[in-house]
Each structure stands twice: as structure tokens, then as C-alpha cells.
């Protein structure tokens, strides 16, 4: 998204840009009003969530087959 922005604001247009990490780069970037919002994904809680998976698996208990770790969207405001 980062280097979409750099093309973008060289070719003069205005576009909304929207990137998909969270890393501190985008958030800077969000923070001084360059890149409109990047979704972040949450490692503490998949890393968690797979902690638990695999506890309920050593218990001989059924998992879910997936399972979803919500993401966050981070924008300026």
C-alpha cells in the first residue's frame, strides 16, 4: 500500500488508499495523513487462539475447523 501511495500522490490524484498489515510504517503513515486505513491483523490473539486449539486436541477434544481471529481497522481518527 505504501509504495501504491508513492505512485499515486506522484501521478497528481487524490485516491483513498487502504493497506493490509498494520505494521508501524502504515500507522506512521496513517498518523501524518498519507495512507487513508490499514487492516491489522492480531498475532497475540491467533497465537492464543492456537494455544487453546492445541490444548483442547492434548484433552481429546473436537476443535472447530477454522477459526477466525477478528481484524482491526486502524485509520487517523
Known amino acids: 500500500a505504501l509504495g501504491a501511495l508513492e505512485a499515486i500522490n506522484s501521478s ?11 505494521n508501524k510504517d502504515a ?8 495512507l487513508t486505513a490499514t487492516v491489522a491483523q492480531q498475532p497475540e490473539l491467533i497465537g ?5 486449539a492445541a490444548e483442547q486436541v ?3 477434544e473436537k476443535v472447530k ?4 481471529a477478528p481484524l482491526k481497522l486502524q485509520t487517523q481518527k
Open 12 to 22: 497528481g490524484k487524490h485516491i483513498l488508499v487502504v493497506g493490509f498489515d498494520g
Open 27 to 34: 500507522i506512521s503513515s496513517i498518523k501524518s495523513g498519507k
Open 48 to 52: 492464543k487462539l492456537a494455544v487453546e
Open 58 to 60: 492434548l484433552k481429546g
Open 65 to 68: 475447523k477454522t477459526i477466525s
